[in-house]
């Protein structure tokens, strides 16, 4: 790859999130940026909302379009790339981007459209998309399905989300100073986000060891990280839980301790010894070294 004389430009799209196990199709939006500098600019129609979004069981599909342009004075080699994909699994552990095909196809001439990408979601490596003149533009296809066999029961409740990241450098530039090629450095053994396991009892006793107790399980080396609130009735306030945090630098479980907030002790025994209810919203999040996050979420009740 030559030197660009100019830095690159990107557009940053966030494209969807799907939940699974339902078959409502609910549009919702999602946030998009746009970064640009230089003679070579990238805009996107999307600006501002998702290109698709919604919920899929086996055998749906979901499709959007978004128009890419050069609004620049240059001519500019465009990539398509993928970036932060994000998968919570369901209760039983399910990864939503491993059951889902992506189909990519640049649908600027509708009687002759053109396949970019067709694989798995999470496969998708940096693609190019070839030279955008000045003031050219292209539309794209997303199509994201899940084939209906074998039916998979992990899925259920499992949710991702995920960005597309549009690139440019200027295609008429010359090499400036280009630098050495840089060493091979093969890919880590694991890129995809860690499989997290959270073991917390669904009631617990807090008030003598003050704190909430609950356990990790890592499918490989990660960074965990619990945290919550406690909600009191007829308490406007919340209390923040301490977090715990642990490293783990192989596969395998973490012991996690969430204390309480000295302040919320005494509101905490009155609303006990009324015998009122009192929830605790925890949520347990997983990064792997590649920075790919899993997140867990339970709500527990508090006891004496």
């Not at 969807?16 to 196990?21: G, K, L, P, R």
């Not at 649908?107 to 990408?117: D, K, R, W």
């Not at 995920?162 to 440019?168: L, P, R, T, Y």
């Not at 053994?189 to 669904?202: E, Y």
Request: aromatic share 4%; with cysteine; charged share 15%.
């Amino acid at each position: 790859m030559r030197a660009r004389a100019t830095a690159l430009v990107s557009a940053l799209l966030a494209i969807f999130s799907i939940a699974a196990a339902t078959r409502s199709h609910t549009a919702q939006a999602e946030p998009a940026a746009m970064d640009a500098a230089g003679a070579v600019q990238v805009a996107n129609s999307k600006n501002g909302s998702a290109v698709l979004s919604g919920a899929l069981g086996p055998g749906d599909s979901l499709s959007g379009t978004v128009t890419i342009s050069n609004i620049g004075t240059a001519a500019g080699d465009f990539t398509l790339s993928l970036s932060h994909l994000t998968d919570t699994p369901g209760p039983a552990g399910g990864f939503f981007s491993r059951q889902l095909d992506l189909v990519v196809t640049d649908v600027t001439a509708p009687a002759a459209p053109l396949t970019i990408y067709n694989g798995r979601l999470n496969s998708l490596n940096p693609t190019s998309l070839g030279a955008f003149a000045a003031g050219a533009a292209h539309t794209y296809r997303f199509d994201v399905s899940w084939a209906p066999t074998p039916a998979d029961p992990t899925m259920n409740g499992s949710s991702m989300s995920v960005e597309f990241d549009w690139s440019a450098g200027d295609a008429d530039a010359p090499p400036v100073n280009p630098p050495p090629p840089a060493p091979v450095v093969p890919p880590p053994a694991s890129v995809a986000p860690p499989r997290l396991g959270v073991s917390i009892a669904a009631s617990q006793r807090v008030l003598k060891r003050r704190a909430i107790l609950a356990a990790a399980v890592c499918d490989q080396a990660c960074s965990v990280v619990a945290g919550g609130t406690l909600s009191l009735p007829g308490r406007a306030a919340t209390y923040r839980l301490v977090a715990a945090r642990k490293t783990l630098k192989t596969a395998g479980s973490a012991k996690l301790k969430l204390r309480l907030p000295r302040r919320a002790l005494k509101p905490l025994r009155a609303a006990l010894k009324s015998h009122r209810k009192v929830l605790a919203p925890i949520v347990v999040t997983a990064t792997g070294a590649s920075g790919g996050a899993t997140r867990v979420r339970r709500r527990i009740r508090i006891s004496g």
